[in-house]
């Protein structure tokens, strides 16, 4: 499977941006398909996962800033970031997973200006 995000860029502390990633290849259900960042000198941490069935999860940082959505047929997933502040600041990368398929997005530059 591939994938391919787009979406990142600056922003000012206090604003909001959009990602999106697709997903091709042989893609299978179920699956998860999820958000995750590293930022500079941390390691890399999920933001928030969305399954194919509906089930949705959360990191607790995201304390309700973030939004994830996935469509299904398009085999897509977007995260809308609100409320963004300088530790947000990271790559962000997009996970396609199953139990015998894991695949990684190349990640998309976010940074937050204070």
């Known amino acids: 499977v591939q994938l391919q995000a787009s979406g990142g860029g600056l922003v000012q502390a206090g604003g909001s941006l959009g990602l999106s990633c697709v997903a091709s290849?042989?893609?299978?259900?179920?699956?998860?398909m999820s958000w995750y960042r590293r930022a500079p000198g941390r390691q890399r941490e999920l933001i928030a996962k969305?399954?194919?069935?509906?089930?949705?999860n959360y990191a607790d940082f995201v304390k309700g800033r973030f939004t994830i959505s996935r469509d299904v047929t398009r085999n897509t997933v977007d995260l809308q970031m609100n409320s963004l502040n300088p530790d947000d600041t990271a790559r962000y990368y997009c996970?396609?997973?199953?139990?015998?398929?894991?695949?990684w997005g190349q990640g998309t530059l976010v940074t937050v200006s204070s």
């Open positions: 969305a399954g194919s069935e509906g089930v949705i």
């Open positions: 996970n396609y997973w199953r139990h015998d398929q894991n695949s």
């Open positions: 290849g042989n893609i299978r259900r179920p699956n998860d």
